[in-house]
């Protein structure tokens, strides 16, 4: 597992690793959030979001719908 120094910020990359019973691969912040780059695979609802995540939210990417509709662009949580 590689640890990169980014603005005292400390990512890894894990390859699978199970969340809410979802998976996500990609970078991790070392408190367990995820950052950075990731995908995050839903399990049961045959979903996924791809892109840059910041304390373990999405905040701009592609969410893909079970229904084939795709949103791709910055994502506001609230």
Do not use: C, T
Not at 1 to 15: A, G, L, P
Request: hydrophobic share 35%; aromatic share 14%; no cysteine.
């Amino acid at each position: 597992m590689d640890v990169v120094r980014n603005k005292k910020i400390f990512i890894f990359f894990q390859e699978n690793a199970w969340v809410n019973d979802n998976i996500y691969k990609g970078n991790w912040h070392e408190n367990g959030e995820m950052q950075g780059e990731g995908i995050y695979i839903l399990k049961n609802d045959n979903a996924f979001a791809e892109g840059v995540w910041d304390k373990g939210e999405l905040i701009g990417g592609r969410i893909f719908l079970p229904n084939g509709d795709i949103y791709e662009g910055k994502i506001e949580n609230s």
